[in-house]
């Protein structure tokens, strides 16, 4: 059995929680060292079962509930008359959902079908490119966006995905479909086994997201309900399930969809044995990216410094790989406590290619201009030699990458590439070989021309969220914002966030729980004794008080490096 499976490891905390012992002295890796151990973390989520502790990824039950939901999607697909596929979830979770969404949508437009694909992100449209916390409490705001996506449908599939099995949201929306089965079917993507659901009480409501898996557990038999709660294992930065909740979100995702969509189309059957080698070929995305480790921890390397300097990382980005910039960026500022400035991303057609459901927000503010065309106006003006810019496309955008790589070489050297190729394309060679020469380095990842090209762009998606995880954790790795293997400078803006912020001062301070949440209140709402008032508010109240408070603020201020801080702190 490996360390973290063992019932003695952490026992208090759900998987997803845990911390990884293969990550333990992240903090002082050199980003050599920080890509490796990436990569052993992420290797993780492909481990076989053992002894019957947790299910994992190619279990014989995941992979069957894999083919069932398959199934369901395929119906809908073949009797679209009122039909609607929902992908919803939280923060990372949601921009994933949407992702797959528009991805799957975009291949119905190509047969002339309409959209039967929907997503729903907690706080809306704005919650795809920047960081919406509270949202994820509020379990009515899940219900009634949720409604609002199937007006007028008869037929719900509902995939609602909470890598922690925590968020309030989701679990008042898979309520909502538990007490409405005559138009819904719930099905719950998450890390967790669920018998570690969170009982935590939600505000305003009789169930807990816990509760909530019982009721569903008492209909799998019957297929009534599905739950997909493989463990993935503990992230490489604790409770970061950005990271591997993410890349497994999006893997089974992919699966489901893509083989209920071959299905409807090619008539080719839904097969266990096709769904474990759509799952084995992500597993071979994994190897093929990392044997760009070399080239990745150079990347890290350069934005861990523009980051220390106080300079930004931007990435410019084509296509869906475009999209996984912009959400990698959207994720720093509340994993690292960043600024927005720091790490941005952008595409190239902005809004009209980002095709969502509330379209352009740019009068939202400049974190909100997502272009190439706002880059080269409002950011590239700003940059120098100590920025880092990361160019990611494929070989069909080359031409295109070429001017621009043009254009920004003119205001800093430090441009780097990231190109995703199939070796059939030396017809773009010699424009590659002027975006090599423009670039201070280049990472070459090839794709198997025997592969068929929707799975080859499925597994760019991932390739390149793997890449980007590693570049902006690795980057605030050697800045000095993670403790040990810790997110340490995070505002505690929900229920989740604050249960973490608690039990890491536990952890650091080895003072009883009740004592850290007493300290946790006092930091949080900025007094020396707690009144009764602030002592019987629920932490809804608390996280609200939070949201402009970073858990870190002051001491931060005279020591950046956060493991120093603590340990200054501490003695
Ligand atoms: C949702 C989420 C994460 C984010 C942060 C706060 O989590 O928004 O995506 O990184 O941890 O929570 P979950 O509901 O998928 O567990």
Same mark, same amino acid.
């Given at each position: 059995?490996?360390?973290?499976?063992?019932?003695?490891?952490?026992?208090?905390?759900?998987?997803?929680?845990?911390?990884?012992?293969?990550?333990?002295?992240?903090?002082?890796?050199?980003?050599?060292?920080?890509?490796?151990?990436?990569?052993?973390?992420?290797?993780?989520?492909?481990?076989?079962?053992?002894?019957?502790?947790?299910?994992?990824?190619?279990?014989?039950?995941?992979?069957?509930?894999?083919?069932?939901?398959?199934?369901?999607?395929?119906?809908?697909?073949?009797?679209?008359?009122?039909?609607?596929?929902?992908?919803?979830?939280?923060?990372?979770?949601?921009?994933?959902? !949407?992702?797959?969404?528009?991805?799957?949508?975009?291949?119905?437009?190509?047969?002339?079908?309409?959209?039967?694909?929907?997503?729903?992100?907690?706080?809306?449209?704005?919650?795809?490119?920047?960081?919406?916390?509270?949202?994820?409490?509020?379990?009515?705001?899940?219900?009634?966006?949720?409604?609002?996506?199937?007006?007028?449908?008869?037929?719900?599939?509902?995939?609602?995905?909470?890598?922690?099995?925590?968020?309030?949201?989701?679990?008042?929306?898979?309520?909502? @479909?538990? $007490?409405?089965?005559?138009?819904?079917?719930?099905?719950?993507?998450?890390?967790?086994?669920?018998? $570690?659901?969170?009982?935590?009480?939600?505000?305003?409501?009789?169930?807990?997201?816990?509760?909530?898996? $019982?009721?569903? $557990?008492?209909?799998?038999?019957?297929?009534? &309900?599905?739950?997909?709660?493989?463990?993935?294992?503990?992230? &490489?930065?604790?409770?970061?399930?950005?990271?591997?909740?993410?890349?497994?979100?999006?893997?089974?995702?992919?699966?489901?969809?893509?083989?209920?969509?071959?299905?409807? !189309?090619?008539?080719?059957?839904?097969?266990?044995?096709?769904?474990? #080698?759509?799952?084995?070929?992500?597993?071979?995305?994994?190897?093929?990216?990392?044997?760009?480790?070399?080239?990745?921890?150079?990347?890290?390397?350069?934005?861990?410094?523009?980051?220390?300097?106080?300079?930004?990382? @931007?990435?410019?980005?084509?296509?869906?790989?475009?999209?996984?910039?912009?959400?990698? /960026?959207?994720?720093?500022?509340?994993?690292?406590?960043?600024?927005?400035?720091?790490?941005?991303? !952008?595409?190239?057609?902005?809004?009209?290619?980002?095709?969502?459901?509330?379209?352009?927000?740019?009068?939202?503010?400049?974190?909100?201009?997502?272009?190439? #065309?706002?880059?080269?106006?409002?950011?590239?003006?700003?940059?120098?030699?100590?920025?880092?810019?990361?160019?990611?496309?494929?070989?069909?955008?080359?031409?295109?990458?070429?001017?621009?790589?043009?254009?920004?070489?003119?205001?800093?050297?430090?441009?780097?590439?990231?190109?995703?190729?199939?070796?059939?394309?030396?017809?773009?060679?010699?424009?590659?070989?002027?975006?090599?020469?423009? @670039?201070?380095?280049?990472?070459?990842?090839?794709?198997?021309?025997?592969?068929?090209?929707?799975?080859?762009?499925?597994?760019?998606?991932?390739?390149?969220?793997?890449?980007?995880?590693?570049?902006?954790?690795? /980057?605030?790795?050697?800045?000095?914002?993670?403790?040990?293997?810790?997110?340490?400078?995070?505002?505690?803006?929900?229920?989740?966030?604050?249960?973490?912020?608690?039990?890491?001062?536990?952890?650091?301070?080895?003072?009883?729980?009740?004592?850290?949440?007493?300290?946790?209140?006092?930091?949080?709402?900025?007094?020396?004794?707690?009144?009764?008032?602030?002592?019987?508010?629920?932490?809804?109240?608390?996280?609200?008080?939070?949201?402009?408070?970073?858990?870190?603020?002051?001491?931060?201020?005279?020591?950046?490096?956060?493991?120093?801080?603590?340990?200054?702190?501490?003695?």
């Amino acid at each position: 059995m490996r360390e973290w499976e063992s019932p003695d490891y952490e026992p208090r905390l759900p998987v997803s929680e845990k911390s990884n012992p293969l990550t333990r002295d992240i903090d002082r890796a050199s980003a050599c060292c920080i890509v490796r151990m990436l990569q052993a973390c992420d290797a993780q989520m492909f481990q076989e079962e053992t002894g019957a502790t947790y299910q994992r990824l190619l279990s014989d039950r995941v992979v069957q509930t894999v083919m069932e939901v398959a199934r369901r999607v395929e119906v809908v697909l073949k009797e679209p008359q009122g039909g609607l596929v929902v992908l919803s979830g939280c923060g990372t979770s949601g921009r994933l959902a !949407f992702l797959t969404a528009s991805g799957f949508n975009r291949e119905l437009r190509t047969r002339d079908h309409s959209s039967l694909f929907s997503y729903i992100v907690a706080g809306g449209d704005r919650a795809l490119l920047s960081s919406q916390e509270a949202p994820e409490d509020d379990a009515n705001l899940g219900i009634l966006s949720l409604k609002k996506a199937c007006e007028g449908k008869t037929r719900v599939l509902f995939i609602g995905i909470s890598c922690g099995l925590s968020a309030p949201f989701v679990a008042g929306q898979l309520d909502f @479909c538990l $007490q409405h089965p005559e138009v819904y079917t719930p099905v719950l993507l998450g890390f967790n086994p669920p018998h $570690q659901a969170s009982d935590e009480p939600i505000p305003g409501c009789t169930f807990t997201f816990h509760s909530v898996v $019982q009721r569903m $557990q008492e209909l799998v038999r019957r297929e009534e &309900a599905f739950l997909i709660t493989p463990a993935v294992g503990p992230e &490489a930065v604790s409770g970061s399930s950005r990271m591997k909740g993410g890349s497994a979100t999006k893997i089974l995702l992919d699966v489901i969809l893509s083989a209920a969509h071959a299905a409807t !189309f090619t008539n080719t059957p839904i097969t266990y044995k096709g769904v474990v #080698q759509h799952m084995r070929a992500y597993e071979k995305t994994l190897e093929v990216t990392y044997a760009q480790s070399e080239g990745i921890a150079a990347l890290v390397e350069a934005a861990g410094q523009s980051l220390c300097r106080g300079r930004r990382v @931007c990435y410019l980005g084509w296509g869906s790989l475009a999209v996984l910039g912009l959400i990698d /960026a959207s994720e720093c500022e509340p994993t690292f406590g960043a600024d927005y400035e720091d790490v941005r991303g !952008f595409t190239r057609g902005g809004y009209s290619e980002l095709n969502n459901n509330e379209g352009p927000l740019t009068s939202l503010g400049s974190q909100f201009c997502i272009a190439h #065309q706002d880059f080269l106006r409002f950011v590239l003006p700003t940059l120098s030699d100590q920025d880092t810019v990361l160019l990611i496309y494929t070989q069909d955008d080359v031409s295109d990458v070429v001017t621009l790589a043009r254009t920004v070489r003119g205001k800093t050297s430090n441009l780097h590439a990231v190109h995703h190729h199939t070796d059939e394309h030396a017809a773009a060679a010699a424009q590659q070989e002027d975006i090599n020469k423009l @670039c201070l380095s280049t990472v070459r990842v090839t794709w198997s021309t025997a592969t068929s090209e929707s799975l080859v762009h499925m597994q760019r998606e991932l390739s390149t969220k793997l890449l980007l995880n590693a570049v902006s954790t690795g /980057a605030h790795i050697l800045k000095g914002k993670i403790y040990q293997n810790h997110m340490i400078d995070v505002q505690v803006t929900n229920s989740k966030l604050y249960r973490r912020a608690t039990r890491l001062l536990q952890k650091l301070s080895a003072h009883p729980e009740h004592r850290c949440e007493e300290a946790l209140l006092k930091a949080i709402h900025r007094v020396d004794e707690l009144t009764a008032d602030i002592s019987s508010s629920d932490v809804t109240t608390h996280a609200h008080a939070a949201r402009d408070r970073s858990m870190a603020e002051s001491h931060l201020e005279q020591e950046p490096i956060i493991r120093e801080a603590v340990e200054a702190w501490l003695s």
